[in-house]
T-cell receptor
Framework: AQRVTQPEKLLSVFKGAPVELKCNYS??????LFWYVQYSRQRLQLLLR??SRESIKGFTADLNKGETSFHLKKPFAQEEDSAMYYC??????????????FGQGTILTVHP | EPEVTQTPSHQVTQMGQEVILRCVPISNHLYFYWYRQILGQKVEFLVSFYNNEISEKSEIFDDQFSVERPDGSNFTLKIRSTKLEDSAMYFC?????????FGDGTRLSIL
């Protein structure tokens, strides 16, 4: 069974500090991994997907298959980064038709 | 940018009543999903729908639940006889493969 673990429910940093939101997964196949963000009173929005290997809003995430991790990083956090962040995994093959398995979410608070 | 829209934003229903949650997916998308999030818990997959039929469902999605795409634009989730534990935020999502685009959600409160 696929599982996504985000060990930190809450994470607080000061503006300008580096931030890392942890995500570990367990999955036997070839996963696709995503980070979704939910700003206050807004919908879930895609932030990053591992196959695109891009940087969005200064965030990056690298898939480490050896450590089964997909941690989200930003070198200099901004106050507007305060939000709930969800790591999610999709079965890239088989017949799951895109079912996403989410982690518990991490609430990031960036203090001025 | 096109969006997934969900109505109503908040639904209050008596236990045992039927409820229908509505979603309008993005127009050229082919894959449709429902997820739910009980307060304080993670977002959980309920069901996926493709080519006018359910492609996958979770163990949460029992006989009380059904989905329908009645008119080619709406995608509905029906709960036949609601229970207190059905109280949650329900999210609709659609995609043309990946990524999935989510609606704002419907908060369902069962009294």
């Amino acid at each position: 069974a696929q599982r996504v673990t985000q060990p930190e429910k809450l994470l607080s940093v000061f503006k300008g500090a580096p931030v890392e939101l942890k995500c570990n997964y367990s999955y036997s196949g070839s996963p696709e991994l995503f980070w979704y963000v939910q700003y206050s009173r807004q919908r879930l929005q895609l932030l990053l997907r591992h196959i695109s290997r891009e940087s969005i809003k200064g965030f990056t995430a690298d898939l480490n298959k050896g450590e089964t991790s997909f941690h989200l990083k930003k070198p200099f956090a901004q106050e507007e980064d305060s939000a709930m962040y969800y790591c999610a995994l999709e079965n890239a093959g088989g017949t799951s038709y895109g079912k996403l398995t989410f982690g518990q979410g991490t609430i990031l608070t960036v203090h001025p | 940018e096109p969006e997934v829209t969900q109505t109503p934003s908040h639904q209050v229903t008596q236990m045992g009543q039927e409820v229908i949650l509505r979603c309008v997916p993005i127009s050229n998308h082919l894959y449709f999903y429902w997820y739910r999030q009980i307060l304080g818990q993670k977002v959980e997959f309920l069901v996926s729908f493709y080519n006018n039929e359910i492609s996958e469902k979770s163990e949460i999605f029992d006989d009380q639940f059904s989905v329908e795409r009645p008119d080619g634009s709406n995608f509905t989730l029906k709960i036949r006889s609601t229970k207190l534990e059905d109280s949650a935020m329900y999210f609709c999502a659609s995609s043309d493969n990946q990524p999935q685009h989510f609606g704002d959600g419907t908060r369902l409160s069962i009294l």
